[in-house]
C-alpha cells in the first residue's frame, strides 16, 4: 500500500490547480489520472472545437496563457499543451483508475487499477458533470438511426450519410449544427431553452463585460434566485478568430431547419413541439436583463455605443412530427447536456 498526505483524483483544470496548491503549502499528494493529463480535452472533444472563453481567461493558480493572442479561442490541441505545461511539476500518476473509495481508520484507502493508496485526505476532481444526457425517448429511434453525444462526435464526413437531426440549442448543438449544415448536409436542429448572447458588445468580448461586471464571481448569497441561477442552460456562444456570434438566427440565415423542442418519438417519427415563440421570447429576456445590467459597466468605463442585438424574426410554425426516413434523416446528434456521474 502507497501513503502520502493527499490524494488528487483527476488530471485536469480543478486537480492540477489543487496539486500547486499543495505544493506550495509543502503537503506531500499525488494526482491519480485514469487516462493522460487532459484526457477529457483528447478524446472527448470534436475536431474543430475551440474554447468558448478567450484566451485571456485561462488562468490557473500560478499559471496563466502566455501566447500572443490573448483574445482568441485556443484549439483542442492548443488546450491539451497549456495543461501539459502546468502539469509539468504535478505528481501525477496517469493510467490509474480509481474503483473504490473506503474511509479508514486514519482517512481513505483507495482501490484502484495499480493497488491500494492510502491517504487522510482525498480530492475529488474528476468534474461536476461529465456524463452525457441521452434522453430515455432514444431507446425508441428506429435501429437504422445513428445515435451520438457530442462527446463522442469529431466531423461531418465520420457520420452516415443523410440527414442529421440535432437535439439541443446551446454552445455544442448550436456549433455542430453550423459545422454538418456548412459539410454539405441537412441539418434540422431541435430548440430547447437556450441563453443567447453576441459574442462581442461595445467593444468587447461578452465575457470581459461579464467579468468586469462581477457576473463571473458573484458568490451563491448573492444570486436571486439560486435555483434558477443552477438550472441556466449553457451560453450560445463560439469561439472562433473571427469572434462571429452564432445564434438561431444565424443558423436559419444559412439554412438550417430551426424546429421546436423535440417531444418524443413514435413509430419512426419525431415528435416536436410548437413552442420556437416562447422559448427564444425567453432568451430574449434573458439577454436583455444581461445586456442591462452591463451597459452600467460600460457607460462608467466609456465603451462605445453599440445597438443591442435585435430580437429574432417569428420563426415558421413547427411541424408536430418529422418522419425521419421520409426527410433521410440517419444521425440524431443528442447535444442535451451532461449530468453527474
Known amino acids: 500500500m502507497r501513503t502520502t498526505d493527499a490524494i ?13 496548491c499543495l505544493a506550495a503549502r509543502g503537503i506531500d499528494h499525488l494526482v491519480l489520472e485514469r487516462g493522460r493529463v487532459a484526457e477529457r480535452w483528447r478524446s472527448e472533444r470534436w475536431d474543430s472545437l475551440r474554447l468558448l472563453t478567450p484566451n485571456w481567461m485561462s488562468r ?16 483542442m490541441s492548443e488546450v491539451v ?37 492510502a491517504a487522510p485526505a482525498v480530492v475529488i476532481a474528476t468534474g461536476q458533470c461529465d456524463v452525457p444526457h441521452i434522453p430515455a425517448m432514444a431507446a425508441e429511434l428506429p435501429r437504422r438511426i445513428h445515435q451520438v453525444t457530442p462527446s463522442g462526435y469529431r466531423n461531418p464526413f465520420l457520420l452516415p450519410d443523410g440527414g442529421v437531426l440535432v437535439v439541443g440549442a446551446s454552445a455544442s448543438g448550436v456549433q455542430i449544427a453550423e459545422e454538418i449544415h456548412r459539410s454539405g448536409r441537412q441539418v434540422t436542429l431541435a430548440v430547447g431553452r437556450h441563453t443567447r ?16 461586471a462581477g457576473m463571473l464571481t458573484e458568490s451563491a448569497e448573492q444570486v436571486r434566485d439560486l435555483s434558477a441561477a443552477r438550472t441556466q442552460p ?11 456570434s452564432l445564434d438561431l438566427g444565424t443558423l436559419r440565415a444559412i439554412g438550417v431547419r430551426i424546429a421546436g423542442r423535440l417531444a418524443g418519438i413514435a413509430g419512426g417519427r419525431a415528435l416536436l413541439r410548437d413552442d420556437l415563440a416562447e422559448t427564444t421570447a425567453g432568451a430574449q429576456r434573458t439577454l436583455d436583463r444581461l445586456l442591462d445590467r452591463i451597459a452600467a459597466v460600460a457607460d462608467a468605463e466609456g465603451a462605445p455605443d453599440d445597438a443591442p442585438p435585435p430580437a429574432l424574426a417569428p420563426f415558421a410554425r413547427t411541424p408536430s412530427a418529422i418522419d425521419l426516413a ?4 440517419r444521425t440524431v446528434i443528442w447535444a442535451t447536456g451532461f449530468r453527474r456521474d
Open 8 to 20: 488528487i483524483i483527476g488530471a485536469g483544470q480543478a486537480g492540477l490547480a489543487m496539486s500547486h
Open 60 to 75: 490557473l493558480p500560478g499559471w496563466s496563457y502566455r501566447g500572443a493572442d490573448p483574445d482568441g479561442f485556443m484549439t
Open 234 to 244: 449553457s451560453l450560445q456562444l463560439v469561439g472562433r478568430p473571427d469572434h462571429a
Open 197 to 212: 448572447l453576441p459574442r462581442r458588445w461595445r467593444g468587447r468580448d461578452i465575457l470581459d463585460w461579464m467579468d468586469r
Open 81 to 117: 499543451t497549456y495543461l501539459e505545461g502546468y502539469a509539468v511539476r504535478a505528481p501525477v500518476v496517469t493510467g490509474v483508475a480509481v474503483h473504490a473509495l473506503h474511509r479508514a481508520p486514519t482517512g481513505y484507502r483507495l482501490e484502484t487499477s495499480a493497488g491500494t493508496f
Open 326 to 329: 421520409a426527410e433521410g434523416i
